[in-house]
């Protein structure tokens, strides 16, 4: 019973995430303004030792009212994106900072893989609950 719950709250944390990220990214496209971008530098980051670690691109652009944005992405990959590669950003002309890339990964993939990990785990979790399946036994 405690795995399943403990499982039921990550699955939570996950789906939350997901639905943040899909409203992040529909504010950003209705309302927001799109610009060309570069990526300034990438940043490493390891949790530990044993892990592969994640790359975080630090990307700069300009506003429509010329002001120069450089910020880190609080998404990462495994992969490092070159120095220097040509993207474009939504921004939100209210907020600069709240940004994200105009890629398919990034306005549908990563919300759509939170939100989807977060449901197979409900699922799962429910279906113990319910004796149905014995997943974590």
């Keep these: ?3 399943e719950l403990i499982v039921v709250l990550i699955s939570t944390a996950f789906v939350g995430f997901g639905v943040f990220q899909f409203q992040k990214v529909k504010h950003l496209t209705q ?3 799109k610009v060309k971008a570069v990526i300034f530098k990438s ?3 390891s949790s530990s030792p ?3 670690g994640m790359y975080y691109p630090v990307v700069r652009f300009k506003t429509e009212q010329e002001v120069w944005i450089t910020k880190e992405l609080e998404i990462g990959t495994s992969w490092k994106k ?3 590669t040509k993207l474009e950003v939504w921004y939100d002309p209210e907020d600069p900072e709240n940004f994200t890339i ?3 990964l990034y306005l549908k993939g990563i919300p759509s ?3 989807g990990v977060g449901l197979i785990g409900w ?3 429910v279906l113990e609950l319910i004796e149905l399946t014995d997943f974590f036994r």
């Design 123 to 125: 699922v799962i979790s």
């Design 102 to 104: 105009n890629s398919t």
């Design 1 to 3: 019973m405690t795995t």
């Design 82 to 84: 070159e120095d220097g």
């Design 31 to 33: 309302h927001g303004k």
């Design 113 to 115: 893989l939170f939100l």
């Design 50 to 52: 044993q892990s592969g």
């Design 43 to 45: 940043i490493y980051k």
